[in-house]
């Protein structure tokens, strides 16, 4: 039963591991670049990085929708439970938590978070999982920071790291942490949504390619990573 890992464009992710069906910030009807909508999405659980809007625009409604359980920092599990979702488990930061897909730690993100009704949402988050099939790393909204070189603990199989620029780190910064990380494979999100974080994934993907033993997986949204 292999892990598989769909990009829903942005910051969006669909996994599918064994019986398992996971979203990670559920960003779709108003994503330009979703390849799909929310209703076409299924999940048992949601992984929740912050409150910024571009990663919790349909949460409420998929959750409320599929019953999934959402994992998220504290603070906004708490306004899950005024928006009507209870099925939530709060974590915090450098905190875990054993789900039956595997395990979730919530890592540290240099980035800011608000929810989109302006409710105060903690601090910003990325995930460690650790899949049957190995480690992944989904940085999420973030800075490059040094202290990347101590999220692997068995060594990444994957590490998803924004490449957009302007909203987090830009391609240069993701090819740092790519050396920081050194996953086996990486692919690059959050980028093309909008003009601002428009980037030449394959020119960076072949930057990572000559300069680091990593190997760099473009997809287009609806494209799979198989783990
Ligand atoms: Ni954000
Ligand atoms: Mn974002």
């Not at 830009?170 to 050396?179: C, E, L, N, Y």
Request: charged letters at 20%; aromatic letters at 8%.
């Amino acid at each position: 039963m292999a892990t598989e890992l769909t990009w829903l464009g942005h910051g969006t992710w669909s996994i599918t591991s064994g019986d398992h069906k996971i979203v990670l910030d559920p960003f779709i009807n108003d994503n330009p670049s979703a390849p799909c909508k929310a209703d076409d999405v299924e999940a048992d659980f949601i992984l929740v990085s912050h409150g910024h809007f571009d990663h919790v625009s349909d949460l409420v409604y998929l959750a409320k929708k599929t019953g999934a359980k959402v994992i998220a920092i504290f603070e906004i599990v708490d306004w899950l439970k005024n928006q009507g979702v209870d099925n939530a488990h709060p974590l915090n930061i450098g905190g875990g938590v054993s789900m039956p897909f595997g395990r979730v730690q919530m890592t540290n993100a240099i980035h800011s978070s608000v929810l989109p009704d302006g409710t105060y949402a903690g601090n910003p988050g990325g995930f460690l999982i650790q899949f049957p099939e190995g480690e992944v790393y989904f940085a999420c909204d973030t800075a490059l920071f040094s202290d990347m070189k101590l999220i692997p603990k068995e060594g990444l199989e994957l590490a998803v790291l924004p490449i957009g620029d302007n909203f987090t780190m830009g391609p240069d910064d993701a090819a740092r942490a790519v050396q920081l990380l050194e996953p086996k494979r990486v692919a690059p999100a959050h980028y093309n949504t909008w003009p601002p974080i428009e980037q030449d994934a394959e020119a960076w993907a072949k930057y990572v390619k000559d300069t680091t033993s990593t190997e760099p997986i473009v997809l287009q949204p609806g494209g799979t990573i198989t783990l």
